[in-house]
């Protein structure tokens, strides 16, 4: 165990300096956000209420099953950035009384259901294509290729316009990278029209409608394990605890780290709890360590909600991790 009486105080207020100007950047970089977040996500929206519209209404026309899958994978999507505009307007209410954490996950429940959607329309789009295999029919080239070169250009655009809000908030990147995965697609499909048009291929696009189907059952298995690790407070993707413990520790003044606990409480927040072994001292004295532990959680590991238990040396031997998690029996 280090000295815990060395303090670095010269340090720990420059890094504590540090951290309230890169918090008061972060602050005013939301506010930049939040001005054009909403409505960006509203005008997406409404790309893509419309091009699914056109798509099933022409793939009906022209015959096209892999018209119809495409379509039925943007009015997913549309379900998707519903979700995310109304996760971003709940999100706006913060912490209650009664949900002391806020609204936060409220787009992991949405995300779930739009899981489901996304399983149930690979399903229907499976069972349509097996139909065709057996019973192909005449599929218009032409149309397939307006209907998704609405699509090209529609999620391109869509894309676009949450390409800037993507770069800070993840749930407005979740929403960002489905466009593009749509604007892929509706590329593939126009490619399938154009050989239609000169090549009576229409086996090729059932087949098509299957290669869609898997695109979509790999987003969806994505959203399902992403979402379960969030609601079992699971400890974040890339984080490791005894990495978080290690350079902690190496923090003038602090003697141990023990009892940790890091969750996310949404897509774009992550929570930690530790107990933090000081020197016996006035609690007033701990504020200049606290800030620099928090400045090293934000900018190190991207943990934004730390709590901090500080104890004397005679108190604080405890493990890595706490009791009741390991064994689920005692409480500390």
């Avoid at 005013?28 to 054009?36: C, F, S």
């Avoid at 489901?116 to 599929?139: D, N």
Wanted: charged share 15%.
């Amino acid at each position: 165990m280090k000295d815990c009486l060395h303090k670095d105080h010269g340090r720990k207020n420059s890094s504590q300096a540090h951290a309230h100007e890169s918090g008061a950047s972060r602050v005013r970089g939301h506010v930049d956000i939040a001005d054009t977040t909403g409505s960006r996500l509203l005008l997406t929206l409404a790309f893509n209420f419309i091009i699914p519209v056109a798509q099933v209404i022409g793939g009906s026309y022209a015959n096209s099953m892999a018209l119809i899958s495409d379509a039925t994978h943007n009015f997913s999507d549309f379900t998707a950035i519903l979700i995310a505009y109304f996760a971003y307007r709940i999100g706006q209410q913060g912490a209650s009384a009664r949900n002391t954490f806020g609204y936060r996950r409220a787009e992991i429940l949405a995300a779930l259901i739009n899981a489901m959607i996304l399983l149930g329309a690979a399903i229907f789009i499976v069972y349509e294509s097996l139909g065709r295999f057996r019973h192909p029919g005449v599929v218009s080239g032409q149309i397939v290729m307006w209907m998704a070169g609405i699509g090209v250009l529609g999620n391109g655009l869509s894309a676009w316009l949450l390409h800037r809000d993507a770069k800070h908030s993840l749930n407005v990147r979740g929403a960002f990278v489905h466009m593009l995965g749509d604007l892929l697609t509706s590329v593939v499909v126009l490619v399938n029209g154009a050989i239609l048009i000169f090549k009576p291929w229409y086996w090729l696009d059932p087949l098509l409608s299957i290669l869609i189907v898997l695109f979509i059952l790999k987003n969806s298995w994505s959203i399902l394990k992403e979402a379960g690790m969030i609601l079992m407070n699971a400890t974040p993707r890339g984080l490791d605890i005894a990495v978080i413990k290690d350079s902690l520790e190496q923090i003038p003044g602090v003697c141990g780290i023990h009892h940790i606990h890091t969750w996310d409480v949404s897509s774009s927040s992550r929570a930690f709890s530790c107990h933090v072994v000081v020197a016996d001292q006035f609690l007033s004295e701990t504020e200049t360590l606290a800030g620099a532990i928090r400045h090293n959680l934000f900018h190190r590991f991207g943990i934004d909600d730390p709590v901090l238990q500080f104890e004397t040396p005679q108190s604080g031997n405890g493990s890595l991790l706490c009791e009741i998690s390991s064994r689920g029996t005692e409480r500390t």
